[in-house]
Structures are given as structure tokens and as C-alpha cells.
């Protein structure tokens, strides 16, 4: 091990450049080589001061770059260069997919670290000014992503939706018809409360508002960037002086 | 609202003072008045260069000073400062009673912000090297803090974690026998991986691996800082070779 570099997985965060965690900022800063996902800020990977950059493009969970393609390129540049970081959106560990990119440079003997991010669910709650958990109300809360279509089991994550106080759902937007006929399907009531956030940390933020009635029509517009759902009762519309200018709603069906 | 200053609530992360994130940091450093609970670490209070400090020590969900108490302080600090941050352990709006507090200064018509941190199951998912959600096996994770005793449905952090592929503890150590036998007795395998991690993301992070049957002796054992359970198939014992050193395990009964 002692004559490959270190690989560090690192959270880049929800999408703002100042969430980025200090530890993160450092280690771009001294990196020899920078893999980074297409949602990184480039204020982010501008701090890369030497590192030879290189974009792997993995997009909304679809591989652009295949991921054991990847994988070999984290081993690859461990074996050549001290510090090499890997950075992706969000966390690696919820819906990051470091789980592969961990096993193979185990497999390789190579040494790493898992640096935490911001994950967007966070950030969402932190712009709605709505808690994920709310003591009384809201004692727990799933972070799910949808797999729709023949093959996928829809209980894997429409039990833990209807189980939980709150929902956050991860990669959800383009599938929105469907997972409001799932869990009203499920026996979840058509007026539940939820709202979708896109772009949650970054001035251009936006929230709509509405309930799983009106999901797939909130779904149906066109975001700008990436955007979650969060689901439960406390995410009724919350309209308040500040807010004001920048709310759209949509009126539940 | 212009008469008065502003209130951040910030998130301190998991306890490594690097953890913390750019925002956070900035906003620290020009903090007019600090309130900060018990886990923050010295490191980032001392990022507070001219603020008045004030610990009020909320400590693994028990309250040291009352929260109606906090709520105003937050209210009084705003009236007379611009810059009054609150500083929480983890994330402000996951187990952090957030809601409470931005209820109170949406009712005095205080402008506030809150700035997201790195949550403990995400550290000590770092830690582990081993993800909350792993493509194809965990795909979905509930958040849950159990409430024992009389009065208390259990249904509402029992429900969650049986019907998704991981869970995530908080605040659940010091009752881990309750636990474990309430998820046994909902239908949880005895078998069930799990792992408890101490401090994560400080330099003296411990994990206690084991299953729900030895829950209950892991959870007798004295902790040393704050503890999150991560329970799912993904959580068996890992020891790789950077691990061996220190990592301490339990024999499932």
C-alpha cells in the first residue's frame, strides 16, 4: 500500500461552493488528480490549484462513464499519483454509489477515505426552513429512490415511504406520475403534503409545492437542475415574508 | 425586519472541527453572539472571534436549558446583534429541533437562515468505508430516534426500519436492549447486522460490530461520546488491513 497514493471519496455537497466541508477544500486543493461528477460546481473544482482534472459525467444516476471503467481509473491513478480525489455530489454513501468504487481499490490494495458531504435532502429542508424531523410530528424519515418498470419490486421503496413520518425522494422528479400512483396504489393518502426543491442550496433554488394528487403535474415541468421530493405533513406550504417573492405553488387536484 | 439582525441556524457536523463547512465557518467567524450546544468541539467555537459565546448545552437529546428558554435568547440576541449564529450538532433539521426554534422567529418576525451540516449516520458511514444505500441490495434507509416507555407508539421508528433495507439510530445507545427486543418481536431477524460507531469522524472514532442479538451488550458497554447504530445486511464486520488496529468487534449470541 505504501507505494500506491490514497484515493479520497469526497461529498462535494448539494450544489453551493461554500457547503463543501473545510476537509474537502483542502484535499482538492492538494490534489494530484481530480476525478468529479457532471454536478460539481466549477467554483469547487476551480480549487484543484495542480490536479489534472478529469470529468466522469455520471448525471441524475445514469452512467455517462461506465462505472468499472471508473473504478479502474481510481486504481490506475493511485498507482501513479499521491493524492487522488474522487469527488461526487452530495455524499458518496447515500445514493453515491461508492459502494463500487470502495470495492475495487480494496480489491487493489489501495489506500482511501471517505470524506462526508452535505446530501441534498439536507439542503432541501435547510431552504424549505421545514425540518425533516419534527419533534411530536415527525419522528422518522426515509430517503428512498424510485426504480419503476418490470424486474423492480416497487415495495422496496414504497414500504419505507409509507412507513416513515417523511420521505425524501432521491432521483425521483422523472418518474413523478409513477410514484404518485404507486403510493396512493399503497394506501397513502392523495392529499399528503410534499414539494419538490431543485437546485436546493444555489441562489437559483425553486420549490412547488403541492400534494401527491398533484405530483405528477408538478413533475411534468422542466427543471433546471437537480431536484428532490419531500414528502410528509409538514411540508405544507410555508409562505413567509422572505419567501414570498420567490415561491410558485401548485394548488393540490 | 430591518430593525433587527439576522439568526443563522448552522450546522457543526459530526464533531471533526473540518467537518464543519465553508458557510459555516465564515459565518462563525463574523457571529456577533454564539449559541452552541454541549458536542460542538472547541475547535469551531474558537472560530468565534468577537462573538459573545454562549453554551446552552443540549446534550443526546435531553434538555440542559429549556427550549422555550433558547428560543427566546435567539429572539432577545437578534433585537440587539446582526449576526447571532446557532450552532448545533449534526444537521439543524434531522433530530435537531430546529422547528421549534424557526417557529419562534417566525413569530417575533426575526430573518433567519439555516445553514446545513454533515449528519452523524453519514460520518459514520465514512468511517465504515461502507454506504447507507448500495445499488441493487439497500435502496432506501430510514432515519429514526426511538421513544420507550409508556405513551409512546412504537410503531413510529419500528415501522420504518423493518420495511427499509438500512436504518440509521440516532440517539438509541443507552436503550439498545428496548431496541433490539421491539424489532425482534416486530419480526427482525436476531441476525441482523449491525454496527454502533462512537465519535465518528474524531481521531478516537470506535465501532462495535454485531447483530441484533448482541445488541443489547454492545449498547451495555460504556460510551465515550456521542453513538448512532447503523443496522442493515451491508453492516457485517469489514476489516480490512488500514482497519485492524483499531477496530473492536462482538460475537453475535
Chains 1, 2 share one sequence.
Not at 461552493?17 to 468529479?36: G, N, Q, S, Y
Not at 394506501?187 to 410534499?194: A, F, H, K, N, Q
Request: glycine share 10%; aromatic share 4%.
Amino acid at each position: 500500500m505504501s507505494e500506491s497514493g490514497k484515493v479520497y471519496l469526497v461529498g462535494a455537497g448539494p450544489g453551493a461552493p461554500d457547503l463543501l466541508t473545510l476537509r474537502a477544500a483542502r484535499l482538492i486543493e492538494r490534489a494530484d488528480v481530480l476525478f468529479h461528477d457532471a454536478l460539481v460546481h466549477p467554483e469547487v473544482i476551480a480549487l484543484a490549484r495542480h490536479a489534472i482534472v478529469i470529468p466522469v459525467g455520471k448525471r441524475c444516476g445514469r452512467h455517462s462513464t461506465a462505472q468499472r471503467f471508473i473504478n479502474k481509473r481510481l486504481v490506475d491513478a493511485a498507482r501513479e499519483h499521491a493524492v487522488v480525489v474522487r469527488l461526487k455530489g452530495g455524499d458518496p454513501m447515500l445514493f453515491g454509489r461508492a459502494q463500487e468504487e470502495i470495492d475495487a481499490l480494496e480489491a487493489a490494495g489501495i489506500d482511501y477515505e471517505v470524506v462526508p458531504g452535505i446530501t441534498a435532502a439536507l439542503a432541501a429542508s435547510a431552504h424549505l426552513g421545514t425540518s425533516l424531523t419534527q419533534r411530536g410530528s415527525a419522528r422518522s424519515v426515509a430517503f428512498v429512490t424510485p426504480r419503476i418498470g418490470e424486474g423492480h419490486d416497487p415495495a422496496e421503496w414504497v414500504h419505507p415511504l409509507i412507513a416513515s413520518d417523511a420521505g425524501a425522494i432521491y432521483m425521483g422528479v422523472g418518474q413523478a406520475a409513477e410514484i404518485a400512483q404507486r403510493l396512493i396504489g399503497a394506501g397513502m393518502s392523495e392529499r399528503t403534503p410534499l414539494v419538490i426543491v431543485e437546485n436546493a442550496s444555489l441562489p437559483d433554488a425553486r420549490r412547488f409545492y403541492g400534494t401527491l394528487a398533484s405530483l405528477p403535474a408538478l413533475g411534468a415541468r422542466e427543471m433546471r437542475g437537480p431536484a428532490i421530493i419531500l414528502i410528509g405533513s409538514q411540508f405544507v406550504e410555508r409562505v413567509t415574508e422572505a419567501d414570498a417573492a420567490f415561491t410558485t405553488s401548485a394548488v393540490a387536484a
